[in-house]
């Protein structure tokens, strides 16, 4: 072997090393975050309390990191406990539906058109950057195209970033101080429940089919999200067909939660606040202004549509789908139409932004 070789080997071998490390570090903070968030009782505290704590030792120079694959892994389970929200009297509340989708045909403009102009006038992004900044869509697929057209991925990201990180973390907390509903997917009180002992083998066995098979077919189908709405929709397929009304154990599930919100944390690894201030700040007041706009559209749809003010509220917000229906799931209010609204809302913005984009507001020099 030359010395280059050698010298590459030993690199390469750093290099993983040290994405090791950070991918256990970040677990490591994250669970002490989940776990002082349990101890106080707080909402979603496995997901939130390990969404802070990383998101306070990214900016405190702690390098720490998620690495797509496994956190793809845990995804699918939560695909399946989501899934298992479909239940068989599904049927009598589809009706309900056509309003929501109703309502979120007409946020998503809005929405979208006020935090344009709130990006190009008061930001002063260029108009590639301040678009796909302002599209409620998913973090990944709105950095890709954003970027791809020409538009600041940096600035992007982050306004992503902190879109995900403000709305998660204040949706929860408002349902847990003024709904008394709020469960806040409390473990269950039996060790061998927690631990998915007591599962049959064969409701076991129809679950981990949902995860292992519902990814690389959605993956086939080029679904959005395909991590967690294969699992999903297979897992809504099995239970609304009643062959099992089982759910992953929460454990698996708290672990995945931890992974999640250290992955929403993680994303700020390496930033100094200091070189970012500006844009977090811009990134921080979109957020509360897209908050804004969802009461608004709580409050005027209020009598008008046969749906709550919670699960109206819960299906605008623009948070992320995992985190949004995971709040819709501890608050008990209808995760299934949670979850169908921001499919459909990813989709749509993931279909038709690029296309609105290059064929309406796009200008070519």
């Keep these: 072997m030359t010395e280059v070789a050698a010298e590459t080997e030993k690199s390469g071998k750093g290099d993983r090393a040290d994405r090791i490390r950070r991918f256990l570090l970040a677990l490591a903070i994250g669970g002490v975050g989940g776990a002082i968030f349990a101890w106080a009782n707080l909402p979603l505290p496995w997901m939130l309390g390990a969404m802070v704590a990383t998101t306070i030792a990214a900016f405190s120079g702690v390098r720490t990191a998620i690495p797509m694959v496994p956190r793809q892994i845990f995804i699918t389970v939560l695909g399946v406990m989501l899934g298992s929200a479909f239940t068989p009297d599904l049927g009598q509340r589809l009706f309900t539906w056509i309003e929501g989708l109703g309502l979120l045909l007409l946020y998503m403009p809005v929405t979208t058109l006020i935090c344009y102009v709130y990006f190009r006038k008061l930001a002063r992004f260029d108009g590639t950057t301040a678009y796909f900044s302002a599209a409620p869509g998913g973090f990944n697929e709105m950095v890709l195209v954003g970027e791809a057209m020409g538009g600041n991925m940096r600035a992007i990201a982050l306004v992503h970033s902190v879109r995900i990180l403000i709305v998660v973390f204040t949706i929860p907390f408002y349902f ?22 007591d599962m049959e083998m064969l409701d076991a ?20 999200a395909a991590q967690l709405l294969g699992p999903m929709l297979l897992s809504a397929a ?4 009643g062959l ?7 454990l698996l599930v708290a672990f995945a939660q931890v992974m999640m919100g250290a992955g929403v944390g993680s994303r700020f690894s390496g930033l100094a606040f200091r070189d970012v201030a500006r844009v977090l700040m811009l990134a921080v007041g979109s957020a509360l202004l897209m908050l804004a706009v969802t009461a608004f559209f709580t409050w005027a749809s209020f009598g008008l549509t046969g749906l709550s003010a919670d699960a109206v509220t819960l299906s605008l917000s623009p948070g992320g789908l995992t985190e949004m229906a995971l709040v819709a799931l501890a608050l008990g209010v209808e995760t299934a139409f949670v979850s169908a609204m921001h499919v459909i809302r990813i989709g749509l913005v993931v279909l038709f932004a690029p296309l609105f984009f290059r064929f309406v507001l796009h200008r070519p020099p």
């Design 238 to 241: 099995v239970h609304l067909a």
């Design 205 to 224: 066995a129809i679950l981990f089919a949902c995860a292992a098979l519902g990814w690389p077919l959605a993956r086939m189908f080029r679904m959005p």
């Design 244 to 250: 099992t009304s089982s759910k992953p154990p929460f």
């Design 176 to 197: 847990r101080f003024f709904s008394p509903g709020f469960a806040a997917l409390s473990p269950p009180t039996a060790a061998g429940a927690a631990l998915g002992l």
